[in-house]
């Protein structure tokens, strides 16, 4: 088995895989007319020309702790039935583990069609999604305004806007993608009916929606603000739609949305929770050492069980006046607490508040020790993805 990164005229074989993998039909003669648009690794056969199996690796910044580091994405996870349990999915995943030092990778994201299948590289559920549904009639308390305006190609927009809007919001949650670019939004919204709106406190861009509206329905894709008076202006600005829709459904919502605190009302709204991404730690030596840690001086030995010998190991942490010092020692060392990756990806990554009593009803957790200093310093920071891959 070779595994190896596709070659840019390997469109074809690509999308090949992927049309047996999720069932969806392609013209080999157009796949072969254009290049991959996409980083992607592959299992080929000993020939090197055979491709059995694929993942794509594209590569962002993640936000942790207020900061940028690089994170891969995993999608496109497919492979050719009469290759399948030959191992060519894993040797793909064990490529991509192996480049994590050199490529800087902090952390890695996907979306899953199974949880417990993932588990087995690693990763855990770091997500939760709120959904809100509501009656027209229940976003009455917010004044209609027109201080919104269309994203469009050479339109009253420019892309600086978005950034600046998304990028706020985004730093106030882990995991979130930095962006640096607009290609997350539609420039032919009459095309694409997914209409993005930048709503403007005089001339500041300050929130920003993305709608699609259908059969009586607005969607509301990705809505970002930064501050209680944007958040309300973009709602009031939504208002506008109501001689065309009767509901609103805000998707993508991370659980703790301040937009439940403004709406305020429970009856004939519906309220959902559903699980989202998983994520994985690639470097906790990386992530420890620029942790947010108390003021007070604390310090805890964290074992580190994972199979990637460039983790496994005892971490001891002192932390004091928000900062650390982190050592790695021998994987035998004496340990207060012992996490495998899943757990040490759900604690460090997914938002959630654990004690020691809490953290013990997950697989892979052992407490062998006073574990309160590293449960006083993580957990709880809200965290979110709009992103998908």
Same mark, same amino acid.
């Given at each position: %088995?070779?595994?190896? *990164?596709?070659?840019? @005229? #390997? ?9 047996? $993998?999720? &069932? +969806? ?60 349990? %030959?191992?060519?999915? *894993?040797?793909?995943? @064990? #490529? ?9 990778? $902090?952390? &890695? +994201? ?280």
């Amino acid at each position: %088995m070779v595994i190896r *990164r596709l070659r840019e @005229d #390997e469109n074809g074989k690509l999308d090949a895989v992927q049309s047996l $993998a999720f &069932s +969806f039909s392609y013209d080999m003669e157009e796949s072969d007319g254009h290049g991959l648009n996409s980083e992607v690794y592959g299992a080929f056969l000993d020939d090197g020309e055979t491709l059995t199996a694929t993942i794509f690796t594209p590569e962002y910044d993640s936000l942790y702790c207020g900061k940028p580091f690089k994170s891969v994405g995993i999608g496109g996870v497919a492979s050719v039935p009469e290759y399948r349990r %030959m191992g060519a999915v *894993r040797a793909i995943f @064990d #490529e991509i583990f192996r480049m994590a030092p050199e490529r800087g990778w $902090a952390t &890695s +994201f996907l979306y899953p069609f199974s949880y417990n299948y993932y588990r087995q590289y690693g990763y855990e559920r770091v997500m939760k999604r709120m959904r809100i549904k509501v009656p027209a009639n229940v976003l009455a308390k917010f004044p209609r305004n027109t201080d919104a305006k269309m994203y469009i190609k050479d339109g009253p927009v420019p892309e600086s806007d978005l950034l600046a809007v998304y990028n706020a919001y985004a730093a106030n949650y882990d995991c979130m993608f930095y962006r640096s670019s607009a290609r997350a939004y539609s420039a032919k919204p009459h095309k694409s009916q997914n209409l993005t709106y930048v709503w403007y406190d005089g001339e500041t861009p300050a929130a920003l929606a993305t709608v699609r509206c259908q059969d009586g329905v607005m969607k509301v894709r990705e809505l970002c603000y930064t501050s209680p008076d944007a958040l309300r202006g973009i709602l009031g600005f939504l208002r506008m739609f109501e001689g065309q829709v009767s509901e609103y459904k805000f998707e993508e919502l991370p659980p703790d949305s301040e937009l439940e605190l403004l709406l305020g009302e429970y009856v004939d709204v519906e309220y959902s929770l559903d699980n989202g991404a998983m994520g994985r730690v690639l470097l906790p030596q990386l992530l420890l050492e620029n942790s947010i840690y108390p003021e007070e001086f604390g310090h805890f030995r964290l074992q580190i069980d994972d199979p990637l010998s460039y983790n496994r190991g005892v971490y001891a942490v002192e932390y004091v006046r928000g900062e650390a010092q982190v050592i790695r020692m021998p994987f035998d060392s004496a340990y207060d607490l012992s996490l495998n990756v899943p757990a040490l990806s759900r604690i460090l990554l997914g938002g959630e508040r654990f004690d020691a009593r809490r953290a013990a009803y997950m697989d892979g957790v052992k407490i062998n020790g006073n574990a309160d200093d590293f449960f006083r310093a993580f957990g709880g920071r809200p965290n979110n993805l709009l992103e998908k891959f």
